[in-house]
């Protein structure tokens, strides 16, 4: 009879490896802590209910250019609604820049302007030629 006992050695975690460091908080917690502070000293029971959004601000803050909200969604296993709420907080701070503000939608927006202006000088020049 042959008998194999299992064992086993203790690896250690690579470093970074789902651990997350103080030397990792986010520069929104360091400057706003007002958005993370606890709202709960009302209602006990409330606290193991309580979100922390810290990781969705920081991968915001980090992909945010890169990546639509729906990306960022799914790849962080998170609701939609939630990651757009954040995006939202952000924006307002201005941390994150809109991303209907980048120069093709600017170009956008100046074309429709400019074609209302001609509509409108085309209308003037019908009315002058009747």
Known sequence: MNTQTNTTNPTPTSEGANTMTNSTITTVQTLHPELYADHTYHMQRAVN????YVVIDEVLLENYA???VN???LAMNEYKHRITYRVQVLQALGLI??????G???????KRMLEAQLKDVNAELDNLAA
């Open 49 to 52: 209910y309580t979100y922390n």
């Open 71 to 73: 990306e960022i969604a």
């Open 97 to 102: 820049k809109a991303k209907r503000n980048t």
């Open 104 to 110: 093709k939608m600017q170009l956008l927006k100046t």
């Open 66 to 68: 890169d990546m639509t």
